[in-house]
C-alpha cells in the first residue's frame, strides 16, 4: 500500500507543470493586414480584454492573453516571415488571421512548419494546412451549395453572374458546379463604369442577378441598377456579401425589387448587440452607411470574436483533460516545432459552443460544420429574417408574407402601368380620326373597354405601347422566345393585353390572369355561293333511283292486280243481276283500270274502282300502306327542302377535311392554334398537323392574310381553309357575308392577360376580371363589339332564324311546268278522242271534223251550267229508237267463258 502511494506520489512530482497550472501569461499572435477593417481589430482587442477582465464565463483565471499584434502585415517573401518568426521565437499558443488570401496563405506555411494552431476567419479556396489550422469560415463549397440551394427554391430558369475580380470568379466556381445543366450569362463588373456593365446585363433579358462581390461593390451596382430602372418587382438579386444589413437599401426596395442574401450573424441577437456594443466603447463603429442607427457589426469583427473565443474554450478543455498549454519559444530557423501544438490542435478541433456566428464546430480537416445560415430580405420595413440554410435541410422559408404582399398588393394603386397590344379589330382597333387623338384616346375596342373599367376599379393608369410583333412563339432550335412574350421576358411591359391564348409553354416563362374570353378552334371557309334552284327541283327530297323504284312498284302492281284481279271469281259480276241468264258477266280490272286504281292511290285521290275480292283488298291495302310511307316522306322532305336556304358545303367538319385533298388548310404561324395541332394525339388532328406542316405556304402571318387567303380561294383547286380561335371568326363572320365557320370548335382555350413572371398586378387583375364577369360587363362589351359596333349581325346565320322564308317561284315552277304539260296533253288526248269518235258516227249524219269539233265547243260553252246535253240530233231520234226495239240480245253460253250456270 505505502509502495503505491510512493509510487504516485513520484509520478505526480515528476510533471511539474500539472501542477503549477496555466502560466500567468499565454502570449497570441493576432496579424491583420493593412487594408482591414478598424473594426476587425477592435473586436479582437475587445474579445482579449474580456476574457482579461473576468467579465465572462470564458476568462482564464490567474491568466491573461497577451496579444503580439502586427497591423499592416506585408505578405512578402522577406519581411513576412521575419515578422511571423520573431514572434514565434517568444513563444505563442496561437495565430489569428490574417485576413487576406496572400497573408493568409504564407502565415498557414509558417504555422505549419512551427505546429502553431492558425486560427482563420476568411474564405479560402485552399486548405493547404491540415494539421494545424482551423478555419471558422465557411468552406468554399458549403456555400456553393446554400447559393445553389437558393436559386434552385427560387425556380430561376436563368440568371447572371456578375463578379469583381478573380477571386470572385474562382468562388462563384463552386456555384456553377452545383447548376449542372443551367448556365448563367458571367459579367465583370466594370469598375469605373458600372452603367455599361449592367446595359449588357439588360441587353440579355435576364432579371435574375447574383451579385458576387464585397458589400459596396453591390450598393454600388444597385444603386446604377435602379437608374436605369432595374430594381423593379421584376427584379431578383442574390447577394453574396455577408454584411447586406450594412447595406442602406430602404430607397432601393422602395420599388419592391427582390434582394434575398445569406448571413452568418442574427444582427438581433443579445449576444451579438452586446459584444458589438463592447468593441464600439474601445473605438467608435466604423459602419460603411451609418444603417439608421443601427449597429453596424460586420461578419469579419464577429469571426474573429468567435476565434478568440474558440481558443480560450480549448485551452480550458485541455486543462480540464490534464494539458497545460505552456507556449514555448520556436525558432523557424531550426525547422522547430512547438511541442503541444499538436494536441492543442486536436483539442481545438472537438471544441463546439455557440458564438457570435452560430454554432462553431469542426470536421477533421479543420473545416467549419454543421453550418446554419440566415437567409434574409430588405422589405419596406427593414432587413427580415425569412428562412434558414443548412445542408441537411436545404432552404426553408418561414416567414409569413401575407402582410407584406398585401402592401406589395396594393402598390398597383396610383401606379403608371405600361401596357403592350396589338392591332387586332376587335380586341384593339385605331379610332377613325386616331390623328386628331392622343395616348390611349386613339384606340377603341373590347380590350379597351375592359382595361378602362380595371384601371377604375383598382386605381391605377396605363399606357398603350402598340406594337407589330407577334405574340410570341418559342423557337424549337435555340428555345428562345419571340413577339410579346420576349418583351415581357425582357421586362419591357408590365403586361400584354389582346387576343392572346394561354398555353402551357408560354405559362412557363410568363404569368397569366383569369381568361376573360373563353374559345375554341374552328374551320373558316369560302361561303359557297347559292345555288339557282333547278326548274324540277320539287323532285330533289327524293333520289333518283327511289323515283325510278317508285315507278317500277306502280307497274309491277298495276300488273299484279290486272293479274289477280282478272284471276278471282269474286272479281266477276253480273252486270244485269235483275236478270240471271243475262249471259253477261263483267270485270272492272282491265289493264287501264288497274293502272288507274294504282295511281289514284298513289296520288291519294282515290277512284271508283274498288275491290271486291279479299285478295285483291289485300294487294290494295299493302299498296295503300306503301303510298302511305312514300307520300308522307316525300311531303315531309319537300317542306324542309324547299322552306331552307341550302348550301352545298364541300366539308362539314374536321374529319371531312382530313379524307379530302383539294382544299388546303393552315393556321396562324407561331400561334396557339399550330401549337394545339402539333401537340395532339387525336388521329385525325395528327392527320392534319402533318399536312400543314408539309408545305410552309399552308402558315399565315396573320389572321387578316388567312382570311384574305380564304375569300380568294387561293391553295388548292377547291380554295383554302384556315384554322382560327372561335371567337374572332365569330366577329369576321358576322360582318363578312362571304366566308363561314364550319364545325364545331376543336379545343377549349382562352384569352388572358399576360404579366411577366411573379408580377405583383397579377392577381389583382385577375379578381377585377372575375368580378366584371360576374356582373356582366363582359359580356356587355362582347355583345358591343361583336353584335353592334362596326356593322355587326350584317351577315345572318340562315340556320338560326326562327322562321322560314317564302318559297319563289324558281322553287316550285317545275310543278307549274307539269301541270301545263299534263293540261296540253290531256287535250291532245281528248282531241284524239274525238276524232277517234267522230270518225265511227253513222254515215247519215257524219259532217267535216273541224264543224263536229265546232258545234262541241259551242254547245260546251253556250251552256256552262248543264250536266246533260242530247245525245244525237232530234231528226234521227226515232230512227234510233226504231233501231232499238229491232235489236235483239245474243244467246251467249256460259260454258264459253268457263263458269257455271249459277255463277
Known amino acids: ?71 499592416d502585415f506585408k505578405a512578402d517573401l522577406f519581411t513576412g516571415p521575419q515578422q511571423i518568426c520573431a514572434i514565434a521565437e517568444e513563444g505563442i499558443a ?19 512548419s512551427t505546429a502553431i494552431p492558425h486560427l482563420m476567419t476568411r474564405w479560402r479556396i485552399k486548405e493547404d494546412h491540415p494539421n494545424t489550422g482551423v478555419n471558422l469560415h465557411p468552406h468554399h463549397t458549403v456555400l456553393g451549395r446554400a447559393h445553389t440551394a437558393l436559386i434552385r427554391h427560387f425556380n430561376w430558369t436563368s440568371f447572371a453572374l456578375l463578379y469583381d475580380d478573380a477571386e470572385s470568379l474562382i468562388r462563384a466556381s463552386d456555384l456553377l458546379d452545383g447548376m449542372n445543366e443551367l448556365r448563367p450569362d458571367v459579367f465583370k463588373i466594370n469598375p469605373t463604369n458600372v452603367t455599361t456593365t449592367l446595359a449588357d446585363v439588360k441587353a440579355s433579358g435576364v432579371s435574375f442577378i447574383v451579385l458576387d462581390c464585397p458589400g459596396k461593390v453591390a450598393y454600388k451596382v444597385l444603386k446604377a441598377a ?42 438581433e441577437d443579445l449576444q451579438l448587440i452586446k459584444a458589438a456594443k463592447g468593441w464600439g466603447a474601445v473605438e467608435p463603429v466604423r459602419a460603411a452607411t451609418g444603417d439608421k442607427g443601427k449597429l453596424g ?57 455557440k458564438g457570435l456566428t452560430g454554432e462553431v464546430s469542426f470536421d477533421r480537416l479543420g473545416h467549419r460544420s454543421n453550418v446554419r445560415l440566415h437567409v434574409v430580405e430588405p422589405l419596406r420595413f427593414g432587413l ?43 380586341y384593339i382597333m385605331e379610332k377613325p380620326n386616331a390623328s386628331l387623338y392622343e395616348g390611349n384616346d386613339r384606340y377603341r375596342g373590347f380590350c379597351i373597354d375592359m382595361l378602362h373599367n380595371l384601371s377604375l376599379t383598382l386605381n391605377f393608369s396605363y399606357e398603350l405601347v402598340v406594337s407589330d410583333l407577334s405574340y410570341g412563339d418559342q423557337d424549337p432550335d435555340t428555345k428562345e422566345w419571340n413577339g410579346l412574350v420576349r418583351e415581357l421576358i425582357d421586362k419591357k411591359g408590365d403586361m400584354v393585353l389582346g387576343a392572346m391564348s394561354i398555353t402551357r409553354d408560354r405559362e412557363e416563362v410568363v404569368d397569366f390572369s383569369q381568361p376573360f ?6 374551320i373558316l371557309l369560302k361561303k359557297p355561293e347559292k345555288k339557282t334552284p333547278a326548274l324540277f327541283a320539287f323532285l330533289d327530297p ?16 298495276s300488273c299484279v292486280m290486272f293479274v289477280i284481279g282478272r284471276f278471282s271469281p269474286y272479281e266477276w259480276y253480273n252486270p244485269n243481276p235483275c236478270v240471271e241468264e243475262a249471259g253477261v258477266v263483267e270485270n272492272q280490272f282491265s289493264i287501264f283500270n288497274a293502272m288507274w286504281f294504282a295511281i289514284g292511290s298513289l296520288m291519294q285521290v282515290g277512284t271508283e274502282i274498288a275491290p271486291r275480292a279479299i285478295s285483291t283488298r289485300f294487294l290494295a291495302g299493302i299498296w295503300w300502306f306503301f303510298t302511305m310511307i312514300i307520300v308522307g316522306s316525300y311531303t315531309a322532305n319537300l317542306a324542309a327542302y324547299l322552306t331552307a336556304e341550302r348550301m352545298q358545303l364541300p366539308i362539314e367538319n374536321a374529319h371531312d377535311l382530313v379524307e379530302q385533298n383539294q382544299i388546303k388548310y393552315g393556321c396562324l404561324e407561331g400561334g396557339a392554334t399550330c401549337k394545339f395541332f402539333e401537340r395532339s394525339v387525336y388521329p385525325d388532328y395528327v392527320r392534319m398537323w402533318d399536312t400543314i406542316k408539309a408545305d410552309p405556304n399552308n402558315f399565315v402571318k396573320s389572321h387578316a392574310e388567312g382570311v384574305a387567303r380564304v375569300k380568294e380561294a387561293k391553295g388548292g383547286p377547291k380554295g383554302y381553309a384556315y384554322l382560327m380561335e372561335s371567337i374572332t371568326m365569330e366577329y369576321i363572320t358576322s360582318r363578312d357575308c362571304s366566308v363561314i365557320g364550319i364545325g364545331n370548335p376543336l379545343d377549349t382555350k382562352g384569352y388572358g392577360v399576360a404579366f411577366p413572371k411573379n408580377s405583383p398586378f397579377r392577381k389583382e387583375i385577375s379578381v377585377s376580371i372575375l368580378t366584371q364577369q360576374d356582373k356582366g360587363f363582359l359580356e356587355e362589351f362582347r355583345v358591343k363589339w361583336w353584335k353592334t359596333e362596326d356593322g355587326g349581325n350584317t351577315c345572318e346565320d340562315v340556320k338560326a332564324t326562327s322562321g322560314t322564308n317564302a318559297m319563289g317561284l324558281d322553287m316550285v315552277g317545275g310543278v307549274f311546268v307539269v301541270v301545263l304539260l299534263g293540261v296540253g296533253l290531256g ?77
Not at 497545460?324 to 463546439?352: A, M
Not at 422559408?397 to 401606379?415: E, L
Not at 327524293?542 to 302492281?557: H, K, Q
Request: proline fraction near 4%; hydrophobic fraction near 45%.
Open 542 to 557: 327524293l333520289s333518283v333511283a327511289v323515283w325510278i323504284f317508285i315507278l317500277v312498284g306502280f307497274l309491277v302492281m
Open 297 to 353: 457589426v460586420t461578419t469579419e469583427a464577429a469571426l474573429i470574436y468567435d476565434s478568440v473565443q474558440l481558443l480560450v474554450k480549448s485551452v480550458r478543455r485541455a486543462e480540464e483533460e490534464g494539458l497545460v498549454v505552456t507556449p514555448e519559444p520556436v525558432f523557424c530557423s531550426r525547422r522547430q516545432k512547438w511541442g503541444q501544438g499538436g494536441d492543442l490542435y486536436r483539442h481545438i478541433l472537438n471544441t463546439k459552443f
Open 94 to 112: 496561437a495565430i489569428f488571421g490574417p485576413q487576406r488570401r496572400l497573408s493568409s496563405s504564407l502565415m498557414a506555411s509558417i504555422a505549419n
Open 517 to 522: 374570353l373563353y374559345l375554341g378552334v374552328r
Open 226 to 267: 435602379q437608374k436605369m430602372k432595374m430594381t423593379t418587382y421584376y427584379f431578383h438579386y442574390i447577394l453574396t456579401t455577408w454584411d447586406i444589413h450594412l447595406l442602406d437599401l430602404e430607397e432601393i426596395v422602395q420599388d419592391f425589387v427582390n434582394i434575398t442574401a445569406l448571413q452568418m450573424i442574427d444582427v
Open 1 to 71: 500500500m505505502l509502495s503505491c502511494i510512493y509510487i504516485i506520489f513520484c509520478g505526480f512530482l515528476c510533471q511539474p507543470r500539472l501542477v503549477a497550472g496555466l502560466p500567468e501569461t499565454v502570449k497570441i499572435a493576432g496579424i491583420f493586414d493593412e487594408n482591414v477593417s478598424q473594426q476587425t481589430y477592435d473586436a479582437f482587442r475587445y474579445a482579449i480584454q474580456g476574457i482579461n477582465e473576468g467579465r465572462r464565463s470564458l476568462a482564464l483565471p490567474g491568466t491573461k492573453l497577451v496579444p503580439r499584434i502586427i497591423q
Open 827 to 903: 287535250l291532245i288526248v281528248a282531241l284524239v278522242e274525238f276524232t277517234w269518235k267522230a270518225k265511227r258516227n253513222p254515215e247519215d249524219y257524219k259532217e267535216s271534223l273541224a264543224k263536229e269539233i265546232w258545234k262541241t265547243l259551242k254547245g260546251a260553252f253556250r251552256h256552262p251550267f248543264a250536266l246533260s246535253k242530247p245525245l244525237v240530233r232530234a231528226s234521227t231520234a226515232r230512227q234510233l229508237c226504231e233501231d232499238d226495239v229491232s235489236t235483239t240480245v245474243p244467246n251467249l253460253t256460259h260454258q264459253g267463258h268457263g263458269f257455271s250456270k249459277n255463277f
Open 384 to 426: 427580415q429574417k425569412v428562412g434558414y440554410w443548412t445542408v441537411n435541410s436545404g432552404v426553408k422559408i418561414d416567414f409569413n408574407y401575407t402582410g407584406y404582399r398585401t402592401i406589395f398588393q396594393n402598390s398597383i394603386k396610383n401606379k403608371l402601368l405600361r401596357v403592350l397590344v396589338k392591332l387586332e379589330n376587335p
